[in-house]
Every structure is written in C-alpha cells, then in structure tokens.
C-alpha cells in the first residue's frame, strides 16, 4: 500500500488545545441552548448525562426523526456557535505537540496529502492552525459542521478525504481518542492511535486501532512500513 493522504485529528494528536478549555462551562451552554431551541427538557437531561460530544450527535439524532434536516442544523449551529466561544478562550496556552513540525514537514515531502477532521470549532481549528503557522500543510480542514455528524461516525473523515481528493484505501486516520479509531475503522481505513493525557492505551486497541505510536515523529516509519 502507498499512503497517499493523512487524516489527523487536531486536539491531542497536533496541539493541546484541550487542557485550556473550560468543557464544564461548554456542557452546560450547550444544554441551555438545546432548550432555548424548544428540545425537550427530558430529552436534554438524558442525553446530557452522556457527556458533552456524545450529547451533540445524540440529540441530532433523535431530532432527525422527528424534524427536517434543515431544522437539524440550524439548532445544532446555534449550539455549536455557543459552546465555540469556550474554545476560543483556550486558543491563546495551546502549543503544536511534540514531533508535529517535523512529521508535517516529512509527509509534504513525500508527497502525501494532509487534513484535518475534528471535534473543535471549524473556525477555531482554523484560526490554530494559521496562528501555529501550519495550515498550508493540510488541503482540507473539517471541523465540527452542523450538515455532519461527528465522531465516532465516519462522516468528517470521508468529507475530509472528499475535499483531499484521496481514496480511503490510500489513507490512514491518526488520532488519539476512542472516537478517532471508531471512526476510522467505521470508514475502513487504517488507524494509528497516539495516547494522551485522557485515553488509555487499552480503550484504544479495544476500539481497533491498527498501530499505537507514542510520538507524531513514530509516524514516518508506520507509514513506510505499509
């Protein structure tokens, strides 16, 4: 197999914007503006419980059987607008990951197209990405978009390749959460885990994960390996 395109994801696997976001305060935003939108208090608080990413896809789903897709996105972008401002506030501490420079870097030599497919804000992932002077390394960029569902479906990561003009047989998906590999392996295209601060290295093979490496500088010979 010859890698033609990286799929990566951005919090924990290029930078550590994570750490400086305040999620709680995000949580609770997002399940204010679900009930400004008219969501069922019951429904909030049920899927509230789930965690704040599990919560986002979960109402969109559970919205789409009863509302037009049209409906659908426009709650899902007031409340994805709403959280983003959270993320913005942990823009300023974030810093690239240890071995990113160096592996982007590799793979432009290479040859090898580059994205991006991630929870954050598309305007945040963005903006980080330009401020850490490494966007021009990626031909796509996908973050969170009200027409698409998140991780764990496959969805980013196929609209990722989409605008990459790559193949998913030609692709890995690197990425270091439980999601990340879920869904790679939903897309059927290879997955390379890096563990973080927050994801077990069990969790991660547990969920398919192909390759385990413990730095984006391990990548490289992951790559030629295949």
Not at 33 to 52: D, F, T, V, W
Not at 143 to 171: A, F, H, T
Request: glycine residues 6%; proline residues 4%; negative net charge.
């Amino acid at each position: 197999m010859k890698v033609e395109g990286v799929v990566f994801d951005l919090d924990a696997t290029l930078i550590n914007l994570g750490g400086f976001v305040d999620w709680r305060k995000a949580h609770i935003m997002a399940k204010e503006a679900y009930l400004s939108c008219g969501s069922p208090e019951e429904m909030i608080n049920r899927l509230g419980e789930k965690g704040l990413f599990n919560m986002l896809n979960m109402v969109r789903e559970e919205n789409a059987h009863i509302m037009d897709a049209s409906e659908v996105e426009r709650i899902q972008k007031k409340v994805y607008g709403t959280i983003e401002s959270c993320e913005w506030e942990g823009t300023s501490n974030c810093h690239l990951l240890p071995g990113c420079s160096s592996t982007l870097n590799w793979l432009k030599d290479q040859g090898i197209r580059m994205g991006v497919a991630t929870s954050n804000s598309q305007d945040v992932a963005e903006w980080i990405l330009k401020s850490k002077n490494i966007r021009d390394y990626f031909s796509s960029v996908v973050g969170r978009r009200p027409e698409l569902r998140m991780k764990p479906y496959p969805d980013q990561i196929w609209k990722c390749l989409e605008e990459m003009m790559v193949e998913p047989n030609r692709s890995v998906v690197v990425g270091d959460s439980v999601k990340d590999i879920l869904a790679a392996k939903s897309a059927n295209i290879i997955a390379i885990a890096i563990p973080s601060y927050f994801t077990r290295r069990q969790a991660l093979e547990d969920a398919g994960a192909d390759y385990m490496i413990e730095n984006l500088k391990d990548l490289p010979k992951i790559l030629l390996s295949l």
